[in-house]
């Protein structure tokens, strides 16, 4: 608490993503013993993100999974609206 009785703030922005992000981590955990074991052809993901209420699981599985398994996938690249690898600027 500060002096004036208000909570401490770190001066941070606070968004629903960054407290998805500082929630739940490690939530690809979760999904990836069962792509492991199905071993899929494709995976495809939805991304949104709730703007009116607390954040919920399937929004942060959907976002940390593809943000993880693309970084894992095409680590010099970004992908494409079409999905062709596209090169970053340099």
């Known amino acids: ?11 941070l922005l606070l968004s629903p ?6 929630a739940l981590l490690r939530s690809i955990d979760i999904l990836r013993p069962e792509v492991l074991a199905a071993r899929p052809a494709r995976i495809e993901f939805v991304v949104g993100t709730q703007i009116n209420g607390a954040p919920h699981l399937g929004t942060n599985l959907v976002q940390t999974t593809a943000g993880v398994s693309a970084r894992q996938d095409r680590p010099a690249g970004v992908l494409h609206r079409h999905h062709r690898p596209v090169r970053r600027a340099r």
């Open 1 to 11: 608490m500060s002096r004036n009785g208000k909570p401490e703030t770190s001066g």
């Open 17 to 22: 993503n960054s407290v998805l992000a500082n």
